[in-house]
């Protein structure tokens, strides 16, 4: 009942590298600075973003958690029998809510976690299959990109991709663009997808959550210098930096910065990398953009992805838009 696939070829994982270090050579030279925010998750920072989750000025989780609690039951009703698809699914946490309603229609279901951590996907797989006897599970280890192009026509019914926690809210236009197109191409007419976004809302709101009064946010920024520490012999230290978060209202998104607090020499070993950074110059780790629900419909509807029901909170904070392919 359970089986767990790993994408990444030797092939594979020699791109992947060189990437990661092109990524960071480019950001680190270009002006102004930046290193892109899929850096973050390593098992540290996949555990400091689980701790993000649990804190009190962090609300989407829990929003999300509760629009799930309350509509899980009518997604699952209308889309009937079908095979789901999770993209990063991490530690399923959210899940749970969704096979819990599917579970209670089906006798029997199949579940496709998706993740590019093989030991977190894994240790919730093991788990999920001993909570639920009537669930195929089925794991793919790898980017969401490889695992798209790798899913076959489903035998089941009907297949519904999902993709909650806005992390879509992380990607650029571009590629929020890109990854749209993609979801387009694999699903087939009849097939569904669920896109939990993060909505806009006051900036003293999306600010407390982004800059929150543990310090977990600050850490979770600051880990991922860490991380390039230890990938390539660096020699970032912690105590020069700063954390901040601010709300660009324009482009309506949080904007996550590193402030550098003295002119400081960064040396990456392992890239051959040297560079100069002032005192206050910033380096761009993430944008988390907040979305409007008709435009998010519309850029949807674009996309052959027809929006069927939007599912929201009281506050309208946080929404699910279930579209139909
Ligand atoms: C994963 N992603 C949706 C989170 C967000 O809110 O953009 C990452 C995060 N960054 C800081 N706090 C949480």
Known sequence: QLKIEYLQSPETAKETKNSFDQDIKKGLTECPKKIPSKYFYDD????????????????????????????AEEIAQITGTCELVELGSGSSTKTRLLLDAYDRQNDMFKYMPIDVSAGILQESALQLQQEYSSLKIQGLVGTYDQALTQLTPTSWPTRMIFFLGSSIGNFSEIDYDRFLNKISQV??????????????KPKFILEAAYNDNKGITAAFNLNILSHLNRKFEGNFELNYFKHRAIYNE?????????????????????LDLKV??????????????????EQTKHKLESKQLNPVKVFTDENNWFALILCKA
Do not use: H, W
């Open 187 to 200: 699903l087939e007419q009849g097939d569904y997808f669920l896109l939990g976004i993060d909505l806009q």
């Open 276 to 293: 100069n950074i002032d005192k206050g110059e910033t380096i761009l780790t993430e944008i988390s953009r907040k979305f409007d629900v």
């Open 250 to 270: 324009e482009k309506k998104q949080i904007e996550m910065y590193l402030i550098s607090e003295k002119k400081q020499e960064i040396i990456l070993n392992k």
């Open 44 to 71: 540290q920072g996949s555990q400091l973003f689980e701790q993000i989750c649990e804190l009190s000025e962090y609300y989407p989780t829990r929003t999300e958690a509760s629009i799930l609690r309350q509509y």
